[in-house]
């Protein structure tokens, strides 16, 4: 790969401006369907920039409304845009190539489903002779390709023509980019952070509080003043597992509304901590304007939220929101990062190698007729239980 130098580094560590990205990618909106990018920052009381992407043509089985965070309104419409692309280009086209064939019919390398930890009650005896179609990956450490399931690329996916499907889809490690491998990174990081969440979901033994007062970022602590003026109280832990990568979370408790529904949780993964600490706490923020905006059409955590009640949910979820005796310091958690994609990628890969995950596989979903990156990144066996309870690995035994 060609080296990619990283020239903008507020907020977000990017190889050219969010100005520039919405300024080269707006007039391609239409094409992936996007009518609308709006700004519902006025929504909630904070003032943390958050804006929507709607698109109606979304498949069935996809959301229609994307959200978009960051610490200026340009950082959030161009986080919008780009989530909306990225939803455009993993919905399976006509003409993508793929094929049907049971594990013994291939003529390759490739992916053995296990290793994508199939749902709990899923019968591994059946693997043999199941129809599955299949998509090309490539591996990012070896430079080899593997089929995977396209179950695991496509968004909705939907199996047709006697396929069976092997789980319920998500969009883990769907990422876009202004560059090809300024997406793969922002996979990875993703694939990343659903994993030390999911692990911390599983045993709640990867987690260190932070200390608010040993912050000494200045875009940080704007940031934390604007929730503490509001009432807002947050915390923010460690969720780092074995992989060092810094995944940072964010909780926040409005003790003026005491909502059920807007207990929100963020979670940010870089190699600078900074940068993960600011996309917990704006995620935040546009996890409140999503439920406050009641359009998506995935905020069913909130009704039963509501329903279950303020001071309940508070305790179900106690591990999020009761402050520890023991805090760490911000300036423990070390910066990795540097002023280069390519050598930000190299580190993740040694970091992952470090922890026997020896492939990085990524599948791209370039649409010609869009010309945004987007790529989908798959790291076999690491966690995603966050997103799907059914599907608990093994890697959380370690801990």
């Given amino acids: ?57 979304a498949q069935d089985g996809g959301i229609s409304i994307y959200g978009g965070k960051g610490i200026t309104p340009d950082h959030a419409k161009a986080s919008a845009m780009m989530e909306g692309f990225e939803r455009y280009s993993a919905e399976k086209q006509e003409s993508d190539e793929t094929f049907i064939a049971t594990l013994n019919e291939i003529d390759g390398n490739y992916i053995d489903p296990i290793s994508l930890n199939l749902p709990k009650d899923f019968s591994k005896d059946l693997l043999d002779t199941m129809n599955l179609e299949w998509s090309m990956s490539r591996d990012l450490i070896s430079g080899e390709d593997y089929y995977i399931p396209s179950n695991a690329i496509y968004h909705p996916y939907v199996p047709e023509n006697n396929v069976q499907g092997l789980f319920k889809g998500n969009t883990n490690g769907l990422a876009s980019g202004n560059i090809l491998e300024e997406a793969i990174l922002h996979g990875i990081f993703e694939v990343i952070e659903r994993d030390a969440w999911s692990i911390f979901e599983l045993t709640h033994k990867n987690s260190k509080q932070i200390d608010l007062e040993s912050i000494d970022s200045d875009s940080i602590n704007q940031i934390l003043n604007k929730y503490k003026e509001n009432g807002i109280n947050i915390k923010l832990m460690d969720l780092t597992a074995d992989v060092g990568v810094p995944t940072i979370a964010s909780s926040a408790d409005d003790t003026v509304l005491k909502d059920a529904g807007l207990l929100s949780l963020g979670i940010g993964t870089h190699l600078n901590p900074e940068i993960a600490v600011l996309r917990a706490l704006t995620e935040v923020a546009q996890s409140r304007a999503t439920q406050i905006q009641g359009a998506r059409e995935d905020t069913v955590r909130a009704d039963f939220a509501r329903k279950a009640g303020y001071e309940r949910m508070k305790r179900i979820n106690s591990q999020y929101f009761e402050d520890e005796e023991n805090k760490i310091s911000f300036s423990d958690i070390e910066d990795k990062s540097t002023n280069s994609i390519n050598q930000d990628i190299e580190i993740v890969k040694d ?46 035994l370690k801990f």
């Fill in 1 to 57: 790969m060609e080296n990619q130098e990283i020239t903008f580094f507020k907020g977000t560590h990017r190889v050219i401006p969010p100005s520039k990205t919405i300024e080269n990618n707006e007039s391609k909106t239409k094409i992936a369907g996007i009518t609308r990018i709006t700004e519902i920052t006025h929504l909630d009381r904070i003032g943390i920039p958050v804006f929507s992407a709607i698109r109606p043509t």
């Fill in 351 to 396: 970091e992952l190698a470090k922890n026997g995950l020896d492939k990085i596989l990524y599948a791209d979903l370039t649409r010609p007729e869009l010309g945004v990156s987007v790529v989908r990144v798959v790291i076999p066996t690491m966690e995603l239980y966050s997103l799907d309870n059914t599907r608990a690995g093994d890697r959380c």
